[in-house]
């Protein structure tokens, strides 16, 4: 059942890893200041980790034994359960953290699901935080869902994926419909991704504006418009104010933060704006 060219734990667990990073890395350009998640660096400190046994099938199978199927124990309910209701509501509350707690805790431990093995203990500090990941992805396509849905999609898909493909070598632990179920799961997720793949394309068929629009999501371009509207009076503004929007295309597709962006073609807006004002003050003087 090869979905996203994923076909066994391996490439599951990969895909999983690199969607987690991948959402920690787009809320640090997303949030002005923000420093490097703690759940980042812990992923990625697996990811490494994993590299190093994934050519060794033995030591995948002891993987799978060690951090999957204690995991899969203690929640089989949740997993074998629909992922999506009637509704089309992802059913994600076994793996969202939920901040209801007011009083501050030092914790041992992440919050929520993580793979980890209670085995050996140069292994208790390794551990992989799923629902962090998952969480931090649900926020941000929260404040985005044009730009940012596929984020917690793509984390579900490689989880589920994962549970699948370590299981279904371990007929003595999961029966096959449960498994199924999971299949099921993995199975409704790659067609949502898949529809929400189509939407982001035509959104980018939309030009550049709708680039932009795509790439910063719910900020109001009001403020541009209004410089626009100023500049582009003056054939060399417009001229000028294209070059530093063209810059702004540039930013952020390079993986600039998009608000320092947004903030650098204001600021530029701004002084033209300023400098026109000024030259058409002294003529007129």
Known sequence: MPTLNINDVKTSLSFLMSSMVDAGRHAMRETFGMEKPSWLSQ??????????????????????????????????????????????????????????DTQLKLRKEPRGLFLHSDEGSALKSLYLPISEAYTSSVDMSMKNK???????????????????????????????????????????????????????????????????????GNVNFDQIGEMMNKVTNDEKASEEFKTVFDKMTQGIQGGKAPMDVMGDIIKQATEE???LEDDVKTKSD
């Open 43 to 100: 992923t990625e400190r697996f990811e490494s980790f994993f590299s190093q046994l994934s050519s060794d099938e033995t030591a995948i199978d002891s993987f799978k034994e060690k951090f999957i199927l204690p995991l899969y124990k203690k929640h089989e309910l949740s997993f074998t359960s629909p992922v999506i209701n009637d509704k089309d509501v992802i059913q994600d509350d076994f793996i969202k953290i939920k901040d209801e």
């Open 146 to 216: 044009q730009r940012n849905v596929m984020l917690p999609v793509r984390i579900l898909l490689g989880f589920y994926s994962t549970l699948f493909y370590s299981l279904k070598d371990m007929p003595e632990h999961a029966m096959h419909d449960d498994l199924e179920s999971i299949r099921s799961n993995i199975k409704i997720l790659n067609e949502y991704m898949e529809s929400l793949d189509v939407k982001e394309t035509e959104q980018r068929d939309e030009g550049p504006m709708g680039l932009i629009k795509g790439l910063l």
């Open 273 to 275: 704006t300023a400098a």
